[in-house]
């Protein structure tokens, strides 16, 4: 008789964030929710759907986009934070920016999600030392409109674990606790396609830091590339949700997605296979 392999364990099921973009030049919505009303009501849309943190965020990243004024994106973020915040929701503020950082928090905001990891500005370490506030710090080289030429690795996956490895030292030295540290890996920035799929095949790599992951695919050009020419954005978030499961498996913290809904389902579908097999010799 040939034995069966054992059915892999199922880790806890990851955070869901949900991406509210503020933005008139996002890659992935086109500025649908650039009014503030609207991105409150497309905000309580997700929580409905399953969304455990809401991301907000002011400036967009997508390759090539130019930098906001900050006053324009304490304009955007603040109100929308404050409001979301202020019913009870919880959530993060997507921003480079220190001034930015301090304001989401003082409006409520109990997550700071840099994608510079502190790089962009010299004073966001400090803020979020101080703040109290969980912080995401990205694997990041550049901003937008130069990263595309950045992405140069020897071996990308070890390469990303040691320049984070690097941002984590200078964290913790700024105050930043420990136990209050998230990471990213920084898919699709000063990253080439076949770099993302390397880096998610071995964030085991990057879990060898010792610090919770979030992966954020979502409706990245990467999965687009998987997808007839012409595809329409939204069709990205099937791939997404297959990375997304994929990634819950690998041990993934947390998932920053559009599609809060079809990304909860294909978590439930992975969930009711692993019972499945638990209970096969019941």
Do not use: C
């Amino acid at each position: 008789m040939v034995a069966e392999p054992a059915a892999s364990a199922l880790p806890p099921a990851p955070i869901l964030m949900g991406v509210v973009n503020v933005t008139p030049d996002s890659f992935s919505d086109g500025g649908r929710w650039f009014d503030p009303e609207a991105a409150v009501a497309h905000a309580l849309e997700l929580v409905s759907e399953g969304a455990d943190v809401l991301d907000v965020g002011g400036e967009s990243t997508r390759p090539g986009a130019a930098r906001v004024d900050p006053d324009e994106e304490l304009r955007r973020v603040i109100p929308v934070v404050r409001e979301l915040a202020g019913r009870g929701l919880r959530v993060s503020v997507d921003t480079m920016r220190a001034a930015t950082a301090a304001a989401a928090v003082e409006a409520g905001a109990e997550i700071l999600n840099d994608v510079s990891a502190g790089l962009a500005d010299p004073d966001m370490a400090r803020i979020a030392a101080e703040s109290g506030a969980t912080y995401v710090a990205m694997h990041w080289r550049g901003h937008s409109d130069r990263m595309d030429d950045l992405a140069e690795y020897d071996d990308v996956a070890r390469d990303v674990r040691d320049e984070l490895g690097r941002r984590v030292d200078d964290l913790l030295a700024a105050g930043i606790a420990p136990g209050r540290l998230i990471l990213d890996p920084g898919l699709g920035f000063s990253k080439r396609a076949e770099q993302n799929w390397e880096l998610l095949a071995n964030l085991d790599v990057l879990a060898g830091l010792g610090f919770p992951l979030l992966v954020g695919a979502s409706r990245k050009r990467f999965l687009g590339a998987l997808l007839p020419d012409g595809a329409a954005v939204e069709e990205r978030d099937l791939p997404t949700a297959v990375v997304s499961v994929l990634a819950a498996r690998a041990g993934a913290w947390g998932l920053r997605v559009h599609d809060v809904a079809g990304t909860r389902v294909a978590l439930a579908v992975a969930g009711a296979w692993q019972s499945g097999r638990r209970g096969q010799h019941s």
